[in-house]
Nanobody, 123 residues
Framework: QVQLVESGGGSVQAGGSLRVSCATSGYTYSRYCMAWFRQAPGKEREGVAAIDRDGSTRYTASVKGRFTISKDNAKNTLYLQMNSLKPEDTAMYYC?????????????????WGQGTQVTVSS
């Protein structure tokens, strides 16, 4: 049974940093495409960062240069380091996984999701 469990969210002032983690189990972690999504109140869920099986990454424009996605295959854990946080980064952050699909770094075809961790950035 595939499980994704996020942690590390919290409240921070603008300009600060947070790192969220996603512990995974129940599948061969290194063979899956992984990503972070976020959803703010009243807004649609959006893809934030994705990482391919070979370590290639992709970021949505609004976080490029501030966020870094990484993974530790030995620990079966996905990370999102968030620096220079802005109030507009406030959202519930979810990790997601898929076995492959059309494009590993695409924002679609994810079939496993965590429960989310809240990130709140105050001005």
């Amino acid at each position: 049974q595939v499980q994704l469990v996020e942690s590390g969210g919290g409240s921070v002032q603008a300009g600060g940093s947070l790192r969220v983690s996603c512990a995974t189990s129940g599948y061969t972690y290194s063979r899956y495409c992984m990503a972070w999504f976020r959803q703010a109140p009243g807004k649609e869920r959006e893809g934030v960062a994705a990482i391919d099986r070979d370590g290639s990454t992709r970021y949505t424009a609004s976080v490029k240069g501030r966020f870094t996605i990484s993974k530790d295959n030995a620990k079966n854990t996905l990370y999102l380091q968030m620096n220079s946080l802005k109030p507009e980064d406030t959202a519930m952050y979810y990790c997601a996984a898929k076995a492959g699909g059309t494009w590993c770094l695409g924002w679609y075809e994810y079939n496993y999701w965590g429960q989310g961790t809240q990130v709140t950035v105050s001005s």
